[in-house]
Structures are given as C-alpha cells and as structure tokens.
C-alpha cells in the first residue's frame, strides 16, 4: 500500500511562487488588491491550482470568528428574478468560499421569522431581495450586516444598499408608448405594498405629466395571471374611451393582460399595446412576445454578495444603481389611426 500524499500546504504554495506565505493568504483570501500586484496575484493563483491546493476553511473560520455563511431573505421562490438573485450572489460567494442559504419569507415582503436558532452564531450577515427593511427585524437583532436589494434607500438599518434604476425603466417603457403616439393607458400596478412598486407608479404618473390628452388610469391586482386577467376585462368593459396601451408591473401581469385583450375579441398590439416589465422566460414564451424592460438579476445577487463581503472586511461597497434596459418586442404598436387624439 502506497503511503497517501501529503495535503499541501500554504507554505508549499508560498515556496513555488516565490512569495511570502502572508502573500498567499492576502491573494487566497482575496484581500490583495492595493497590497499585491495583479502579476504576482495570478502566479500565486496557479501556484496553488497547480499544486491542487485548498484552504483549510475550517481552521480559517475559527480564527476568524465566522460561518462563511450568508442568508438570502426574498419574498417567494415562484419568481425567477430571486432565482437568478440567488444565482449571481452564490456565484460570488464560491469565489470566497462562502455559502448562501436560500429563505422564502413565510409572510412574503411581511415580517420575516429568524429561521435559526440563533441566526448570530449560524451566519455572518444577511442579503435581502424586495424586502422593507422593518420586515427584518427579527434578524436585524441578530445584530448582524444586512445588505438591502431593490429597496427603498431611504430606510434605516441597512449597511449596504443594492438598487436598480426602477423608475428609469418605467420612463423608458412610457417614452416607447407616448412615441407610438398612446396617449390613453391604464397602469397594471402590482397589489403588493414595496418600494419597487411605489417606483413604478409614481414614474408612470410623471410621465404623462404635461403630456396633452395623456391619460392614465391605475388599476391594481395581485401577481396573478388569472388576477390581471379579471382586473384588465373590468378595465376593458368600463364605461369610457377604452385604453390604448396596458402597462404592466411585471411580466406575470402582462400575461393575464393579453389573456383578457384576446378574450374580449381584441388583438394585440393592433387595438391594445401590452408591456411588461422584469423580461423573464414567460416574454418569449408568449405570443406576441413582450415588450418589457430587461432587468440584471444575476448581477443584482452579485453585486450583493460582493456588498457584504466588503462590510465584513471593512470596506466601502460600490455604489451606483444598476441600469435596465427597454427591450421592444412584438406587444407594442402605433396606436391605430382611430385612437389617435
């Protein structure tokens, strides 16, 4: 019997690079930047690929004092914008060797439980997806990091604050309808109570400000295809000038929305333009397929994971919302000539 290999070591890693073993841990603790180069970063990299080198995480967590364990909080696993969320921080967070674990609020955007014993002693710090900030507080008495994603940036507690540009999205989504000359709308406004909804609404009602014969009418429902279907049939069958163009909250809105447009006997976009707003699968999924503004979930999660990580090591967190991007598909038209003002 063969006497098994010896694990290697950081001070095997330090002997091939030719460095220091304080540097090995700086750059394998991802601590290097401003105090290692970038060349002798990467020679200590494959120095420790090469040699098939891992970290002994567990030592390294004692020493200091942590998990390597970050909560994810969003308000419900059904959606896939907390999916892809959830992929882009865990992404990050196996280039540092943390884990994420994944926690659907019982109570959606309401109160979030403490699923833990003692979250304190099981994590080093908590990301939360669409959450109020006082829906946290069971775990903010953990007293532990918690970094905020797609909320409000005036709330309190927060150490870091990861936001999309929610309203320029919606500005974008009026600016295409108004230049196909719409000027009748009802907004589908999610019945969820959030930040991000708030954002959504008060920019479409900004939008046609000073806008002659532009009118818009709010209608809210609960993310629901059947829900948005019934709440756009009333809308439809509603005394008065029938709307040009629905404008959504999300893309589960916008598909009850054509739902509800085809079973009146209409089309879409030839009577009735549809947007969206996330661009998840269910945009191509459709027919036509919708107009909707494209949101980087992924890099959102990212750029989250990356947030916490610099809170624990002391450092500022990039700041900066994310930009979104229009993306125009076959749900929108020009108004046809009869609804022209």
């Known amino acids: 019997m063969t006497e098994q290999a010896a694990r290697p070591t950081s001070r095997d890693v330090a002997r091939v690079a030719g460095v220091s073993q304080a540097t090995v841990s700086l750059v394998l603790g991802g ?31 004692l020493r200091l004092g942590r998990t390597r364990t ?22 990050v967070a196996a280039e540092h060797d943390f884990g994420v674990v994944l926690y659907p609020s019982p ?30 507080s069971a775990l ?26 929610i309203a320029d999205g919606m ?12 000027r009748r709308f009802a907004h589908l406004s999610s019945a969820v109570a959030s930040w991000t909804f708030d954002v959504r609404r008060d920019a479409v009602t900004r939008a046609v400000q000073g806008v002659p014969d532009a009118t818009v009418r709010t209608v809210p429902a609960p993310l629901e295809v059947d829900a948005a279907r019934r709440a756009v049939e009333r809308t439809l069958t ?6 040009t163009a629905l404008v959504c909250d999300g893309d589960i809105l916008a598909a009850g929305a054509c ?8 089309r879409v976009p030839e009577d009735i333009s549809v947007t969206g707003f996330d661009d998840l699968a269910l ?55 009869a609804d022209r003002p």
């Open 171 to 182: 500005r974008q989504v009026m600016a295409h309808l108004l230049g196909l000359g719409h």
């Open 283 to 337: 945009a191509t999924a459709v027919e036509p397929e919708l107009t909707t503004v494209r949101l980087p979930a992924e890099e959102v999660g990212a750029r989250g994971m990356s947030a916490l990580l610099a809170v624990l090591d002391g450092r500022g967190p990039e700041t900066g919302d994310l930009p979104v991007t229009l993306v125009p598909r076959g749900s929108t038209a020009p108004v046809a000539v």
């Open 107 to 136: 109570a959606g955007v309401g109160p979030a439980k403490d699923p833990f014993g003692s979250a304190r002693t099981a994590l080093d710090g908590v990301i939360a997806s669409s959450m109020a900030t006082d829906a946290l």
């Open 259 to 266: 739902k509800a447009v085809r079973r009146l006997g209409l």
């Open 31 to 61: 601590k290097w930047r401003g105090r290692v180069s970038e060349r002798t970063a990467g020679l200590v990299r494959d120095s420790a690929r090469d040699l098939g080198y891992r970290p002994n995480l567990a030592a390294r967590s």
């Open 70 to 91: 970050a909560l994810l909080v969003v308000p419900a696993l059904t959606h896939e914008f907390f999916a892809r969320v959830y992929t882009g921080a865990a992404e």
């Open 140 to 165: 903010r008495d953990a007293d532990l990091p918690l970094v905020m994603l797609d909320s409000d940036p005036a709330g309190p507690g927060a150490a870091a604050r990861v936001n999309l540009d």
């Open 238 to 243: 509603a005394p008065g000038p029938r709307p």
